[in-house]
């Protein structure tokens, strides 16, 4: 799309209008944490209610590592936190005992009500 400018110099003024990509964000302060095309499941539970997984995290801090049992099993997990504010968002699985929990090992927990949609 060309625009002229309102006092027009001469010059073309080119606006880019393709979409930036998809983010979630730390619902206290904004910073970006994962992207929307790293998701690999919406059908999780987290501490506080829904919770995402995701392939990938960017902008945390992962906690001490401790064993839990959850919904699925026993599974060996460290607390992530937002890297700007240290709100924490969910947790990363480290291992999973079971087998058939083995995909989630190296995955991340982000609890739906800790994290914001950004550039939607």
């Known amino acids: 799309m060309i625009l002229k400018t ?6 073309w003024v080119l606006i880019d209008l ?11 302060c904004r910073n970006h944490v994962s992207l929307h095309d790293d ?7 987290g501490k506080h209610g829904r919770a995402f997984l995701f392939s990938h995290a960017m902008n945390i801090v992962v ?16 607390d992530i936190s ?4 240290h709100e924490v968002l969910g947790w ?3 291992r ?7 995909y ?8 739906k009500s800790k994290i914001v949609k950004e550039g939607w």
């Open 39 to 45: 998701i690999v499941s919406k059908a999780f539970q």
């Open 6 to 11: 309102p006092q027009f110099t001469g010059f």
């Open 104 to 111: 989630k090992e190296g995955k991340f927990i982000f609890e």
């Open 92 to 94: 990363k699985y480290e």
């Open 82 to 85: 937002c890297g700007d504010c």
């Open 18 to 28: 393709v979409p930036g990509p998809r983010l979630y964000s730390c619902c206290n």
């Open 63 to 78: 906690g001490a590592k401790e064993d839990r049992h959850l919904l699925t099993g026993l599974h060996t997990v460290a």
């Open 96 to 102: 999973a005992y079971e087998a058939s929990q083995k």
